[in-house]
């Protein structure tokens, strides 16, 4: 059974940090891109960043570019995002997706940046 589960969320404060991670488990994980999406309340889902499965090439959304770190550890099969210098418009439902021979998703995360 294929699941990606996310954690790491909640509320802080902005030009706060968080670091979020997905724990995946049921496919080969080190095989398979993975990605960060998040949506807020009324808006589509963005893109958010990604890193490859081989060499660990990442790209980043404009809008947290220099913010923002993607990375993996293959070994625990598990993609975090750090997450520096949050800003309010940063607030939204944060998912982890894994992308090779098929795609999936998680259930996600909530991140709220507000004082």
């Known amino acids: 059974q294929v699941q990606l589960v996310e954690s790491g969320g909640g509320l802080v404060q902005p030009g706060g940090s968080l670091r979020l991670s997905c724990a995946a488990s049921g496919f080969a994980f080190k095989s398979y891109t993975m990605r960060w999406y998040r949506q807020a309340p009324g808006k589509e889902r963005d893109f958010v960043a990604r890193i490859g499965s081989v060499a660990g090439s990442t790209n980043y959304a404009d809008s947290v570019k220099g913010r923002f770190t993607i990375s993996r550890d293959n070994a625990k099969n598990t993609v975090y995002l750090q997450m520096n210098s949050l800003k309010p418009e940063d607030t939204a439902q944060y998912y982890c997706?894994?992308?090779?021979?098929?795609?999936?998703w998680g259930q996600g995360t909530q991140v709220t940046v507000s004082s």
């Open positions: 997706s894994a992308w090779g021979l098929r795609t999936y």
